[in-house]
RNA sequence: GGCCCCAUCGUCUAGCGGUUAGGAUCCAUGGUUUUCAUCCAUGUUACCGGAGUUCGAGUCUCCGUGGGGUCACCA
């Protein structure tokens, strides 16, 4: 069993499409279920709908899941974990309020040594617990061995206990936090590897730590990915445009293209075109790259062309705006000038709107326009170019760009010869 | 600051002790084109530094340096 565990608090970001998407192919390579959670335990932060629409992305990347669970649903078996671990002395109540952690937290960040929680509470006698009538957190004991994470990516880390420390794993409002949860989640539905951002590495040993004095047995394997930094080099946040999938959906982006930039990046594979099926043919965990990897707007703009040339005419006329085969031949032929569909849309557009005429060409283009109108239909460009300059008398440049601005609506663009092919037909829609 | 990870063109990477250090993207130039672009050709640009090991190091070891991640009763 695979999962994806997404929170509900915001966009989706690539860095996470990018974790379902290798999820997603190692499920299939494993021929094991993958299946969404939707990390919910925070429900100050839980943004309503946003569950949807990550399922929404999911479903137009192509990514297939079994089933979908939400996480505040399993409270009952946190609940019920983390009483066992404190029935066997596993984990402890703690009084510490928030504030005073806060102060011990602040010390110690003044004197510029790392925070660890003192275990105060961690052996207090059973009837100081039993009166107490304060609010108290549960946490769980740290390991005494240091923990080895065995990562297919990072390969092997060791973590100290005290670096792992004494932490948190249900709130004073009884509800558990994201590692107590999540350990306890992945056991339960028996997740064999855990595929994730490189964001998750420190947690990994707490997790473990959990299950261990849970007692499961099975060990999960893990991958943690590197992080897509933007353009300073910093972690890819909501401030880059970039980072949100819908963003990009919106900038013209196709599915397909994204999926192939995500799992190009940071990776080795043997082409680089592709789609994400022919991806699962070849894909390996042990092959990404160890370092973070910066996101190439113009990488992807390459690759989303890549894939704009590969769809056929009829749906590549669909993403620009129309339904025939004919106007997606002649965005085939813009394509050699745009990148993405908005950038197509803007190309094609403009054919069937008014024109705009540069004052130079003013008089030329009425000229035109009128021998246009009173022309006859010709099948081949050749006739028509020679009936229009033979009965406007304009000749080169005089002709060229008035004819142009005329049929395309631009000062420059593809041979005329070429989209005169796909435009005949619409010639008196055209030009008006 | 602690812990963890990383280090080849601007970017994504090939390399696995002996190479003119290769490819893609980007950029520049030339050719083709009525135009912009495409396409083709050409070109600029990289092994973070220092010690060691070795006949020989981008490749192995150590130490620096640099970059990133993370340190919540968020996920």
Request: glycine share 4%; proline share 5%.
């Amino acid at each position: 069993m695979l999962r994806f565990a997404p929170s509900p608090t915001g966009d989706m970001h690539i860095g996470n499409l990018r974790v379902a998407l290798f999820n997603y192919i190692v499920s299939k390579q494993k021929n094991e279920d993958l299946i969404v959670r939707i990390e919910d335990t925070d429900k100050e932060r839980n943004i309503e709908g946003k569950d949807q629409e990550i399922l929404d992305i999911l479903a137009l990347f192509g990514i297939e899941y079994s089933q979908v669970i939400y996480q505040s649903q399993n409270v009952r078996f946190h609940t019920a974990m983390a009483l066992q671990l404190v029935q066997e002395k596993k984990a402890f109540a703690c009084f510490c309020s928030p504030q005073w952690l806060e102060k011990k937290r602040a010390q110690a960040k003044e004197n510029k040594i790392a925070y660890r929680y003192d275990d105060a509470c961690a052996e207090l006698p059973a009837e100081l617990v039993i009166d107490n009538t304060n609010p108290f957190t549960i946490r769980i004991k740290k390991p005494q061995e240091p923990i080895v994470v065995k990562d297919h990516i990072k390969g092997e880390i060791s973590f100290a206990p005290d670096d792992i420390d004494s932490f948190i794993i249900m709130r004073q409002d009884k509800t558990p936090t994201y590692n107590f949860a999540c350990a306890v989640d992945d056991m339960l539905s028996d997740v064999s590897i855990v595929i994730r951002g490189e964001d998750h590495m420190s947690n990994t040993p707490k997790q473990d730590h959990i299950r261990n004095a849970l007692g499961y047995e099975k060990k999960v394997e893990y991958a943690h990915l590197p992080i897509i930094l933007n353009n300073e080099g910093k972690k890819m946040s909501k401030r880059d445009d970039a980072s949100s999938v819908k963003w990009l959906l919106e900038e013209g982006f196709l599915p397909s293209a994204i999926s192939n930039y995500l799992i190009l990046i940071g990776n080795k594979p043997p082409c680089e075109v592709f789609t994400l099926e022919e991806s699962i043919e070849w894909f390996e965990l042990t092959k990404i790259s160890k370092s973070p990897v910066r996101f190439d707007i113009d990488m992807l703009r390459h690759i989303n062309n890549e894939h704009l040339k590969n769809l056929d005419s009829k749906e590549l006329s669909r993403y620009v705006g129309f339904a025939d085969d004919e106007i997606g031949q002649l965005a085939k032929i813009y394509l050699e000038e745009a990148s993405t569909t908005k950038e197509l849309k803007a190309k094609i557009k403009p054919i069937f709107e008014e024109k705009n005429i540069p004052d130079e060409f003013q008089e030329q283009a009425l000229l035109m326009a009128s021998t246009i109108k009173s022309a006859p239909y010709f099948e081949e460009y050749n006739d028509f170019k020679n009936y229009l300059m033979k009965e406007s008398g304009l000749k080169g440049k005089n002709f060229f760009k008035p004819l142009r601005i005329l049929l395309t609506g631009a000062e420059h663009g593809p041979d005329i010869a070429e989209i005169y092919k796909h435009l005949k037909n619409y010639i008196g829609e055209i030009v008006k």
